[in-house]
């Protein structure tokens, strides 16, 4: 998968900071996900459901690129490292505004997956207990930036 400069950009910076190589594809699925993410830990506390809500997300959209070459095992690795990028990348907000920029852009570059990405955040937000203020404001100011 090619991908623009800019997104390029953007996974290197971030490849760099965290130590790591990602595919493109993989650097796309973070982008689509993080927002999810965001939404789940709004009120600090990333709980069960919503783990394995974002987990199963993550499987699905990691299926899409590997398929039947990637085992069991591997999928639950790779499913781990989003989840710690998750964390490190709210832990150091620097990067989330360069994250947030590539996303927009690959909104920009692929029809429908701006509201995909709304769609992920609303289900992530109504897995435990309903949408909580915080959840509703997280996905409102990301709707925004998209």
């Not at 996974?11 to 789940?40: H, Q, W, Y």
């Not at 690795?77 to 989840?83: H, K």
Request: with cysteine.
């Amino acid at each position: 998968m090619k991908i623009s400069p800019t997104l390029t950009s953007a996974k290197d910076t971030f490849s760099k900071a965290r130590g790591t190589e990602m595919s493109n594809e993989e650097f796309c699925i973070l982008l689509m996900t993080l927002p999810a993410f965001k939404v789940a830990n709004a009120d600090n506390n990333f709980d069960d459901e919503e783990r394995a809500l974002m987990s199963t997300l993550l499987l699905n959209l990691l299926k899409e690129v590997y398929g039947d070459a990637v085992s069991h095992d591997q999928y639950e690795n790779l499913i781990n490292a989003y989840l710690d990028d998750f964390h490190w990348i709210t832990s150091n907000s620097g990067h989330e505004k360069n994250l947030d920029e590539a996303l927009s852009e690959l909104c920009s570059d692929v029809d429908g997956l701006k509201s995909t990405v709304v769609e992920m955040m609303n289900d992530v937000a109504a897995v435990s207990e309903g949408v909580s203020e915080e959840e509703q404001t997280v996905i409102q100011q990301i709707a925004e930036r998209l």
